[in-house]
């Protein structure tokens, strides 16, 4: 999934960011296939999404390549996609790089939050008939356990 991009994507990307979206990816497509014949939404949150691109390098020609981050594949996610996608970011130009990506995929339902990730995942509620993957994938520690004890 690595290709060449002229836009800028998320950092640095090293053998273990591709393991990690792989299994991600892997995880969201058997999630969605099991539930597909089941009466619910399914909704994708993404706390700390980036911009949908991950940077590995800069090749000797100059060009950069990208892999498909976290939330271009679960925009991918095909046999039964999900109803509603959110990506929160709390980076301005991230999430300008999210509406973009967002607007790749007109079918799908992607809202994109500016926001801080605790204070957007501390204000959800249970919904009714909704089934859903939270995808936490910080820099570091930005996670509080308080967020944890809420979402769990
Ligand atoms: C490791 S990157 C996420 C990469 C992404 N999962 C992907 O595959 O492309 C972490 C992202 O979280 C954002 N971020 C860091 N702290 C945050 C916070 N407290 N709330 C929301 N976003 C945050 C950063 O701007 C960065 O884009």
Not at 16 to 33: G, V
Not at 66 to 74: K, P, Y
Not at 118 to 147: C, I, Q
Request: proline share 3%.
């Amino acid at each position: 999934m690595a290709r060449s991009r002229s836009r800028r994507g998320e950092g640095f990307g090293g053998a273990w960011t591709k393991e990690k979206l792989d299994i991600l990816q892997r995880y969201l497509n058997a999630y969605t296939t099991a539930l597909k014949k089941q009466p619910f939404q399914l909704w994708y949150i993404d706390a700390f999404a980036g911009t949908g691109d991950v940077q590995l390098r800069a090749s000797e020609e100059g060009t950069e390549d990208f892999l498909a981050g976290s939330a271009r594949r679960a925009l991918e996610v095909r046999d039964r996609p999900f109803d509603r996608l959110v990506f929160v970011e709390k980076n301005q130009s991230r999430c300008d790089q999210l509406e973009q990506l967002g607007a790749e995929y007109p079918q799908r339902g992607v809202q994109v939050e500016n926001a801080e990730a605790n204070s957007y995942l501390k204000g959800l509620r249970p919904v009714h008939n909704v089934r859903g993957v939270l995808f936490l994938d910080p820099f570091a520690t930005e996670v509080a356990m308080t967020t944890l004890a809420h979402v769990a």
